[in-house]
């Protein structure tokens, strides 16, 4: 496994607020993490680059049928 960020690293890296990650961990819908300590939670650089590939899209319509919001014909 490669390299590990921080909650803060990680979300430099995603543009977001440190606490929209931990937000997305309580909700579930955020990057897998790993915890190796009571207090420590650490996210691998596999992992954030995996997220970010999950939600890249060549358009809005792929990006609405690939989320189930198309229209039923």
Not at 15 to 40: D, E, F, M, N
Request: hydrophobic residues 30%; glycine residues 6%; charged residues 35%.
């Amino acid at each position: 496994m490669g390299r590990f960020l921080t909650t803060n690293e990680a979300a430099d890296r995603l543009r977001q607020a440190a606490q929209t990650l931990r937000l997305w961990r309580l909700r579930g819908v955020g990057p897998r993490y790993t915890k190796p300590s009571r207090s420590r939670v650490l996210y691998a650089e596999e992992e954030i680059t995996r997220f970010l590939e999950e939600r890249t899209y060549q358009s809005t319509a792929e990006e609405t049928v690939r989320n189930g919001r198309g229209r039923a014909a």
